[in-house]
């Protein structure tokens, strides 16, 4: 379970829901993680997300851009691990 506050197009936004990362790269996206704690994440619709992850996993920062081609949009902000 993750909950996360943070800014949709520069208004405050907040969601929380179920995320489930299998450790080899799958989920509902293709996700890779550097040694560095750098993630880069593709969802299915083109949507690209960079993040930062805590050494253990239990929390992360993220940028989400746009799907090439549509409406200009960002989101950022904060998720933390609730639940293993």
């Known amino acids: 379970m993750v909950r996360g506050p943070g800014t949709l197009d520069g208004r405050p936004y ?3 829901g179920r995320e489930v990362y299998d450790g080899q790269g ?6 890779s993680v550097s040694a560095e704690c750098i993630g880069a994440m593709v969802y299915p619709d083109g949507q690209k997300a960079t993040s930062f992850i805590s050494p253990d996993g239990s929390r992360f920062t993220y ?5 090439p081609g ?3 949009r ?5 998720e933390i691990r609730v639940a293993p």
């Open 63 to 67: 940028t989400i851009k746009a799907a």
């Open 70 to 72: 549509s409406k200009g």
């Open 74 to 78: 960002a989101l950022s902000g904060m």
């Open 14 to 16: 907040a969601e929380s």
């Open 26 to 31: 799958g989920i509902v996206l293709t996700y």
